[in-house]
């Protein structure tokens, strides 16, 4: 039986930054887990803008944008994870075809004998996870917890997760590149050197 509970961190990593791997080290803390599992995206579907019931249903995302491909985010998220024995990146989204479904990911950690996962979602995510797939299957077989974002206060009904308030996000690392900017120390090392090495978030992207 695997050892419990354990920390899913899923999202898009796009590319993944310092707020992730402190919010993953506050969540293991918090939660009394040994490992955190950051779990990249494959399709995030709900970012992309992929025909799929969920969106259909919930009238698409509010600002579909162009996502870097699944193998060079996972890679990164390889990359800024280093070090850290107590991280891991799985790679099974990006290995499934098709959208990426949170509800499956829940599923296939319930068969590896996984009973006590403490889902980690950041508070806009939180906001929309009744337009997901399965959502209340989602609560069912996982403690949803919030990271609360700059400008998105975490909704009601989910723990927070304690951790410092930083401003970085995905978002400002991508337009920074595109700018020009330094992105040092708003990355880990190694993914600045991947993201320069690729020519990643030049156009915007």
């Not at 579907?45 to 025909?51: E, L, M, V």
Request: hydrophobic content about 40%; overall charge neutral; aromatic content about 6%.
């Amino acid at each position: 039986m695997p050892p419990g509970p354990l920390v899913i961190l899923g999202g898009t990593f796009d590319p993944p930054h310092i707020g992730h791997l402190v919010l993953g080290e506050c969540a293991r803390w918090q939660f009394g887990a040994a490992q955190v599992l950051f779990i990249p995206a494959g399709d995030p579907y709900r970012k992309s803008g992929t025909p799929t019931p969920e969106n259909a249903r919930a009238g698409g995302p509010a600002q579909p944008r162009a996502v870097t491909p699944g193998p060079a985010r996972l890679e990164m998220v390889r990359l800024a994870m280093a070090g850290n024995p107590a991280f891991a990146a799985d790679g099974r989204e990006v290995a499934r075809p098709g959208p990426s479904y949170t509800v499956e990911t829940l599923e296939e950690l319930h068969a590896e004998g996984w009973r006590e996962l403490v889902l980690v979602l950041g508070s806009d995510a939180a906001a929309d996870l009744p337009n997901w797939r399965a959502p209340e299957r989602i609560r069912q077989m996982a403690r949803v917890v919030v990271a609360e974002k700059a400008g998105a206060p975490a909704p009601a009904g989910f723990e927070r997760v304690e951790m410092p308030r930083l401003e970085v996000s995905s978002t400002l690392i991508r337009e920074r590149v595109r700018m020009g900017r330094p992105i040092r120390y708003l990355v880990p090392d190694a993914v600045a050197a991947f993201i320069e090495a690729r020519g990643l978030y030049r156009d915007g992207g």
